[in-house]
């Protein structure tokens, strides 16, 4: 219970609050003694260790030494794509953007690069999904963290007004941490009665539909100002 609590789930993507809630404690710290890109250097042996287990996890159980020795490690640590340890490059990049360290790279270059890179995302995925070994529903990408980097750089570089942005990261926080339950749900009901779903597109519709919802009614609930009790739904975001 103690390791699914830190270097686990608790709940289906628990692992994730748990993963940023450590990792950002971790990066605080070094953070004292070590620059940005010294803790980026560090970050990314950790996410390559994490998303190359992740995606050739097929390919170690194939090899008994090799599983034995990363049944080991993971019976101690956890599946180290599930920990703090992916997270780590993604909170170092975070905390080099709030710093402005990406300031100069103009809009053009950030597009260039994440068009590469996410051109050789989907390289990747191709490449891993025609091995027999291959776990089809691996989410672990390498070239995942670079992709969303660079679209964020981009992105960052057009003034973009949101007022309504604050509420958008609270739904997508609970639409998150409860969409897996709507999921299971959906999921035995659409079994039971037997309803064609090939693409499974009617069980994603139903899951982020019904999510989505109780992420709207939490919001208008907490700012209930009769019933103080529901003030405490804010902090399930």
């Known amino acids: 219970m103690v390791q699914a609590f830190f270097l686990g789930s608790t709940f289906p993507g628990s692992w994730y609050l748990m993963g940023t809630i450590l990792g950002i404690i971790i990066v605080f710290y070094l953070s004292q003694k070590f620059s940005n890109k010294f803790l980026l250097v560090v970050a990314i042996p950790f996410?390559?260790?994490?998303?190359?287990?992740?995606?050739?996890?097929?390919?170690?159980?194939?090899?008994?030494?090799?599983?034995?020795?990363?049944?080991?490690?993971?019976?101690?640590?956890?599946?180290?794509?599930?920990?703090?340890?992916?997270?780590?490059?993604?909170?170092?990049?975070?905390?080099?953007?709030?710093?402005?360290?990406?300031?100069?790279?103009?809009?053009?270059?950030?597009?260039?690069?994440?068009?590469?890179?996410?051109?050789?995302?989907?390289?990747?995925?191709?490449?891993?999904?025609?091995?027999?070994?291959?776990?089809?529903?691996?989410?672990?990408?390498?070239?995942?963290?670079?992709?969303?980097?660079f679209l964020t750089f981009a992105l960052m570089k057009q003034d973009v007004h949101v007022p309504f942005a604050k509420s958008l990261r609270g739904i997508s926080t609970i639409v998150y941490c409860s969409h897996f339950f709507f999921n299971t749900i959906f999921s035995k009901i659409i079994g039971i009665l037997q309803i064609p779903d090939p693409l499974n597109l009617i069980q994603f519709l139903l899951t982020y539909g019904a999510s989505f919802v109780l992420a709207v009614i939490f919001l208008k609930l907490e700012k209930n100002q009769k019933h103080k009790i529901f003030g405490l739904l804010k902090y399930a975001h």
């Open 47 to 149: 996410y390559l260790f994490a998303t190359l287990t992740s995606e050739f996890a097929g390919y170690i159980a194939m090899r008994p030494q090799m599983q034995e020795a990363y049944t080991a490690f993971a019976g101690v640590f956890g599946d180290p794509c599930f920990t703090f340890m992916i997270a780590l490059v993604y909170i170092v990049i975070g905390k080099m953007i709030a710093a402005g360290t990406f300031q100069k790279c103009s809009k053009s270059t950030c597009l260039t690069l994440f068009a590469a890179s996410f051109a050789l995302l989907i390289l990747e995925h191709y490449f891993l999904t025609r091995q027999e070994w291959a776990i089809y529903s691996c989410d672990g990408l390498l070239l995942l963290a670079p992709t969303a980097a």
